[in-house]
């Protein structure tokens, strides 16, 4: 909390955003949530912060995967003759990327791990940019959001269920789209 009311928490919450988003393995809640709280006037513009570092970090990661996947993936895939299998798991990826970068960024899973794999497998730069924006912006304004509204004794709650939560509401959300392909 003390760190979170520094003169210097916004570019911190914005550094650890970016490389959250591409290498680091601590989320960005871990600055969002005390900054809210010290803070709740300025709640949106916080979700703001994290959410463009997020995103840019993301294309960071994008990058990582495009442009060393032929210096270090390709050799490795080849080498264990996987090389095939890699162009159908690409195809597949490419074809469900939005909503595999939108779970991603709504829910706890290590947001780095799609950003790489949109990059190593070419995804559409506009589709993950767009995904990555609605979905970062959305798990980070429903926070603040809580935390605003809610103040202090949301913490707990969010700390504890807000990814489990965001997560069956993704899955209810992707089988009724699955659905209504298959069924109507």
């Known amino acids: ?25 601590i989320p ?9 709280l010290a803070n709740r006037e300025k ?10 570092g997020s995103v840019l970090g993301g294309m960071a990661g994008y990058g990582i995967g495009y442009f060393l996947f032929e210096q270090v993936g390709r050799p490795l895939l080849e080498f264990y003759g996987k090389a095939d299998k890699f162009a159908e798991f690409q195809e597949m990826y490419n074809a469900w990327g939005a ?3 939108g779970m991603a960024g709504l829910t706890p899973f290590p ?11 070419a995804l559409n730069i506009g589709t993950f940019v767009i995904a990555s924006v609605l ?6 304004f429903i926070e603040a959001w809580l935390l605003w509204y809610f103040g202090d004794p949301i913490r707990e709650f969010i700390e504890k269920y807000l990814g489990i939560l965001v997560t069956g509401g993704f899955i209810v959300l992707l089988g009724g789209f699955i659905a209504l392909k298959y069924l109507v």
């Open 135 to 140: 979905s970062r912006g959305a798990r980070f």
């Open 43 to 52: 709640a949106w513009k916080i979700a703001a912060v994290c959410t463009i």
């Open 28 to 36: 960005p809640d871990i600055l969002l949530i005390p900054m809210i």
């Open 1 to 25: 909390m003390t760190f979170s009311a520094h003169h210097n928490a916004m570019w911190a919450l914005f550094v650890i955003s970016f490389i959250e988003s591409s290498v680091f393995p």
């Open 111 to 121: 947001y780095k791990v799609i950003t790489i794999a949109s990059g190593v497998t």
């Open 99 to 101: 909503w595999v970068v």
